[in-house]
């Protein structure tokens, strides 16, 4: 069992800088492929940004490119979220996703086998 904790949301104002932390807990992090979510009130979780288990091979939703970046640091059994350029429509609750296994990248809920509790991100115009 895997377990994540997601830190770092809060309420900015738009074109903010934001950077989400999630540290996981109970199984070799080196192992794990790692991704972000987010979901909005009333719309499923969407996938935002993947990265593979040794950091090589990152993924990002079109809407994110150039903006966010993924990153891990194995020897903190942390990932990480840098969020650039923030915007009004991106307030949602932010999940971090672990997954077993090789392949990458991963942009669907079904291909991951844990989840974090989310974490508040708030971007007002």
């Known amino acids: 069992q895997v377990q994540l904790v997601e830190s770092g949301g809060g309420l900015v104002q738009a074109g903010d800088s934001l950077r989400l932390s999630c540290a996981a807990s109970?199984?070799?992090?080196?192992?794990?492929?790692l991704g972000w979510f987010r979901q909005a009130p009333g719309k499923e979780r969407e996938f935002v940004a993947s990265?593979?288990?040794?950091?090589?091979?990152?993924d990002y939703a079109d809407s994110v490119k150039g903006r966010f970046t993924i990153s891990r640091d194995n020897a903190k059994n942390t990932v990480y979220l840098q969020m650039n350029s923030l915007k009004p429509e991106e307030t949602a609750v932010y999940y971090c996703?672990?997954?077993?296994?090789?392949?990458?990248?991963?942009?669907?809920?079904?291909?991951?086998?844990?989840w974090g509790q989310g974490t508040q991100v708030t971007v007002s115009s």
């Open positions: 990265i593979s288990r040794r950091g090589g091979i990152t």
């Open positions: 996703g672990a997954a077993d296994g090789w392949h990458v990248p991963r942009r669907t809920t079904t291909e991951y086998d844990y």
């Open positions: 109970g199984r070799t992090f080196s192992n794990l492929i």
